[in-house]
């Protein structure tokens, strides 16, 4: 059975593969920054430097790619009908990505504690922080993949 997206759902399929992998290397990379800028003295070069890489990443990258993580997702899942409900790997999937876009959120919410000089935490934080995606993107990638249950 073919769903609404007919021959275009390779297409969408790719594109959503490609800003996934995008938003991973962003969420990969944004608290690594972190903890390497917390070493660096508020108000340095250093320090205003990482800020701006902080905020690129997460406004041209991060950001843009979630969104289109989100928006070529749900054609994918509205292309399978309302069946992939009683599927459990659907459902740890599911979970597994609203935990990465609920840290998505944290990672925006440090990183304006950052640009206003206000950062409380240290870097080991940061790099224990830096192991969640890619423990979220392994989980992900086996329901979808394996689809063990």
């Known amino acids: 059975m073919e769903g609404f997206l007919g021959g275009a759902y390779p297409w969408v399929k790719a594109f959503h593969i490609i800003a996934v992998i995008a938003w991973m290397a962003g969420m990969l990379y944004l608290p690594r920054l972190f903890a390497y800028h917390v070493d660096a003295a508020p108000g340095s070069q250093q320090s205003e430097t990482f800020k701006v890489m902080e905020r690129r990443l997460l406004r041209g990258i991060i ?25 459990g790997w659907w459902h740890v999937k599911l979970g597994a990505v609203l935990v990465l876009s609920g840290l998505h959120g944290w990672l925006s919410r440090w990183r304006r504690a950052f640009a206003e000089d206000r950062n409380t935490k240290s870097a080991r934080f940061y790099k224990i922080v830096n192991e969640v995606p890619a423990v979220l993107m392994v989980i992900i990638v086996i329901m979808v993949v394996v689809k063990p249950f």
Request: hydrophobic residues 60%; negative net charge; aromatic residues 12%.
């Open 63 to 87: 950001n843009p790619a979630m969104i289109l993580v989100f928006l070529l997702g749900g054609m994918l899942f509205l292309d399978r009908g309302a069946g992939i409900w009683t599927e």
